[in-house]
Every structure is written in structure tokens, then in C-alpha cells.
């Protein structure tokens, strides 16, 4: 990670006393750690934060929630000297009100990304592309570039996103300096073994037999089993009780399949599809395909929606440019 960047982010942080942090709608465990992560250190070193979590975060983050997190009402945005947007590639991802979306651009904005097709909305960007996670951007400037303490539980929040962003260091995104890092992190008491058994190991009953029907009902191949999809379909959810927002890791049932190149989950959503796309091999870009239905992402993990009456029909559209892909 460029130095000089982390060291002006770090200034900017060490600068201001009065924050409000914000990060995308529907949040991840990136989003959530980063979020967590930030809020703590700045309290626990004596600034003033405010951070602000408008849904409901997936059932496995619940237990992890810090005291203090705004969640009822949305914040008065002109009283913070330093309003910060973490892990969101686009303004209208942003997780506060649709009514408080364009005020917020006019205000000090500060956003801080690792997608690298973030698109620059803030009066200040802290984009960094090869970080495997925002936690990990945030992590490197506290340490490196502010002088801050960062306690075992802000170092637990930041592992999180760590952890969440590149499925527990099994990603393409994981290289030497996300596992120094990631040492790092357990070096300042991080409780790897609480995060790894509340991440991976605690799926409800219900959602595993969710997922065995989901597998069993719903998933197709195609292209010699190069690629893997399945239609999450609202009656399903719906048969076991599982709420989608608590769907995050799923497409991982996907991605493991032995061949697979391609991984897709449909979910219906408005007048059409969202897609979550995954790729094993960097040569099958899936943030292409997302670019092309006006989503985005990274290469190998992306999202989209297609605007379509019945699912079949997204189905196609998607087979079609995957096809192409793959070649
Ligand atoms: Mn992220």
C-alpha cells in the first residue's frame, strides 16, 4: 500500500476531532469490522465519532455490535467536522436515508475504498485497490500513520472485515502483506478463534438445510461444469425462515464445487434480479460482466441487476455473457 496516501489519510484522521462514520447499505463483514474497527479507536483515543447503521446487520455480526452505534435515527450531518464512508464504491450505496444522500456530498466527505472502480465521490479519496479489505486500509493508517491505539477490540472488529473479505485467507485477494496484517492484528489482540467460530462456524440449523435444498433444487451448470448458479428464490427463504441479508457467504456452496469457474446467485428484487457473481481464476473477470449490467466489483467478486420479468429470463441473459467469458 502506498505510504504517502495511508500518511495523508492518517493526517486527516489525527486532524479532525468530530466523525461520522458512514458505510454501504446491506452491509458485509467489511463494511461492519471497518465501521466497528474505526468508531473504537477513535473514541478509545479521545475523539469524538459517531457511526451510523441504519439496518439491522446479518445475524452473525449481532453479537458484536459496540455500545454506542447509531441505529435509530439518522445524524445530523452538519455537526461533524469529518464525515467518513467506508468500503462504498458508489454515493448511492451509501447506508443513510435517500433524502440525506445529496446534502452529504457537499459535506467534508472522506472515502475510504479498496475498490477499484470506486467512483471518487468524496472531497477526499482514499482509494486503494490492492488492500484486501477497507479494515485493512484502516488498519495499516492507524498503525503506520497516526500513532493511535488500537485495542483487542478494535483490532477483533478489523480482523472481521479482514477475515469476511477474503473468506477467512482462502481468496485470491489474500498475498503476503494481507497475512502480515493480518498478524499484526492478532498481535494487538485480536480474538481470532471468538471471530472464526461466530463467522464460520455458526450457521443455524435452518439455514443449512436451507442451503442443502437450495443445492439440491436450484443449482444448474453449465459449460462442462465451468460454471455454477442458483436462483435464491424468495419461497425458499422464505420455507426456512432464513432472511436474506443473512445469505453473505452462500455462494461459497458455489464456488467449492470442483471445476467451477463461475459462481452466480439470483435473488429477485424490484422488477427484476440482483446477481452476486464469483470468479476462481482471474482470466474470467466477473467485474466485467457486472460492468456491463451496470454493477460493479472486483474482478473475481462482483454484483449486478438485471431487469427482467421471470427468472428464467435473467438466467439466459447471464448464460449468454458468461458463455462469451469463457470462451
Ligand atoms: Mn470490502
Given at each position: 500500500?502506498?505510504?504517502?496516501?495511508?500518511?495523508?489519510?492518517?493526517?486527516?484522521?489525527?486532524?479532525?476531532?468530530?466523525?461520522?462514520?458512514?458505510?454501504?447499505?446491506?452491509?458485509?463483514?467489511?463494511?461492519?469490522?471497518?465501521?466497528?474497527?474505526?468508531?473504537?479507536?477513535l473514541?478509545?483515543?479521545?475523539?469524538?465519532?459517531?457511526?451510523?447503521?441504519?439496518?439491522?446487520p446479518?445475524?452473525?455480526?449481532?453479537?458484536?455490535?459496540?455500545?454506542?452505534?447509531?441505529?435509530?435515527?439518522?445524524?445530523?450531518?452538519?455537526?461533524?467536522?469529518?464525515?467518513?464512508?467506508?468500503?462504498?464504491?458508489?454515493?448511492?450505496?451509501?447506508?443513510?436515508e435517500?433524502s440525506?444522500k445529496?446534502?452529504?456530498?457537499?459535506?467534508p466527505?472522506?472515502?475510504?475504498?479498496?475498490?477499484?472502480?470506486?467512483?471518487?465521490?468524496?472531497?477526499?479519496?482514499?482509494?486503494?485497490?490492492?488492500?484486501a479489505?477497507?479494515?485493512?486500509?484502516?488498519?495499516?493508517?492507524?498503525?503506520?500513520?497516526?500513532?493511535?491505539?488500537?485495542?483487542?477490540?478494535?483490532?477483533?472488529?478489523?480482523?472481521?472485515?479482514?477475515?469476511?473479505?477474503?473468506?477467512?485467507?482462502?481468496?485470491?485477494?489474500?498475498?503476503?502483506?494481507?497475512?502480515?496484517?493480518?498478524?499484526?492484528?492478532?498481535?494487538?489482540?485480536?480474538?481470532?478463534?471468538?471471530?472464526?467460530?461466530?463467522?464460520?462456524f455458526?450457521?443455524?440449523?435452518?439455514?443449512?438445510?436451507?442451503?442443502?435444498?437450495?443445492?439440491?433444487?436450484?443449482?444448474?451448470?453449465?459449460?462442462?461444469?465451468?460454471?455454477?448458479?442458483?436462483?435464491?428464490?424468495?419461497?425458499?427463504?422464505?420455507?426456512?425462515?432464513?432472511?436474506?441479508?443473512?445469505?453473505?457467504?452462500?455462494?461459497?456452496?458455489?464456488?467449492?464445487?470442483?471445476?467451477v469457474?463461475?459462481?452466480?446467485?439470483?435473488?429477485?428484487?424490484?422488477?427484476?434480479?440482483?446477481?452476486?457473481?464469483?470468479?476462481k481464476?482471474?482470466?474470467?473477470?466477473?467485474?466485467?460482466?457486472?460492468?456491463?449490467?451496470?454493477?460493479?466489483?472486483?474482478?473475481?467478486?462482483?454484483?449486478?441487476?438485471?431487469?427482467?420479468?421471470?427468472?428464467?429470463e435473467?438466467?439466459?441473459?447471464?448464460?449468454?455473457?458468461?458463455?462469451?467469458?469463457?470462451?
Amino acid at each position: 500500500m502506498t505510504k504517502n496516501i495511508l500518511d495523508e489519510l492518517g493526517s486527516v484522521i489525527k486532524g479532525n476531532d468530530n466523525f461520522l462514520l458512514l458505510t454501504h447499505e446491506k452491509p458485509d463483514g467489511d463494511a461492519i469490522g471497518s465501521l466497528f474497527g474505526l468508531f473504537t479507536v477513535l473514541r478509545e483515543n479521545g475523539k469524538k465519532a459517531d457511526a451510523y447503521l441504519p439496518e439491522k446487520p446479518p445475524m452473525r455480526y449481532a453479537p458484536f455490535v459496540p455500545e454506542g452505534i447509531i441505529t435509530d435515527k439518522a445524524p445530523d450531518l452538519g455537526s461533524y467536522s469529518c464525515i467518513v464512508c467506508l468500503d462504498t464504491a458508489t454515493s448511492d450505496r451509501i447506508g443513510i436515508e435517500k433524502s440525506l444522500k445529496e446534502k452529504l456530498l457537499s459535506c467534508p466527505l472522506i472515502n475510504i475504498d479498496h475498490h477499484p472502480d470506486n467512483k471518487l465521490f468524496g472531497r477526499q479519496n482514499f482509494i486503494i485497490p490492492d488492500a484486501a479489505a477497507t479494515a485493512e486500509i484502516i488498519f495499516v493508517t492507524l498503525q503506520d500513520s497516526t500513532g493511535m491505539r488500537i485495542s483487542q477490540t478494535a483490532a477483533t472488529f478489523l480482523m472481521m472485515g479482514l477475515l469476511m473479505d477474503t473468506g477467512g485467507f482462502r481468496f485470491d485477494n489474500t498475498g503476503a502483506s494481507t497475512l502480515k496484517n493480518a498478524s499484526g492484528l492478532m498481535a494487538a489482540g485480536a480474538d481470532y478463534s471468538r471471530l472464526i467460530n461466530a463467522l464460520f462456524f455458526s450457521q443455524p440449523l435452518n439455514f443449512v438445510r436451507m442451503e442443502a435444498e437450495l443445492v439440491s433444487r436450484n443449482l444448474r451448470t453449465s459449460f462442462s461444469g465451468r460454471y455454477a448458479w442458483a436462483y435464491l428464490s424468495d419461497e425458499i427463504l422464505a420455507e426456512f425462515g432464513v432472511e436474506k441479508r443473512d445469505t453473505e457467504s452462500l455462494i461459497d456452496i458455489l464456488r467449492q464445487i470442483q471445476g467451477v469457474e463461475i459462481a452466480v446467485i439470483l435473488y429477485r428484487k424490484d422488477d427484476g434480479f440482483k446477481i452476486s457473481l464469483r470468479s476462481k481464476n482471474k482470466k474470467y473477470s466477473v467485474a466485467k460482466v457486472a460492468r456491463a449490467l451496470n454493477g460493479g466489483g472486483h474482478e473475481l467478486a462482483a454484483g449486478a441487476f438485471i431487469k427482467a420479468g421471470d427468472v428464467s429470463e435473467a438466467e439466459k441473459i447471464l448464460l449468454d455473457m458468461i458463455g462469451e467469458l469463457l470462451g
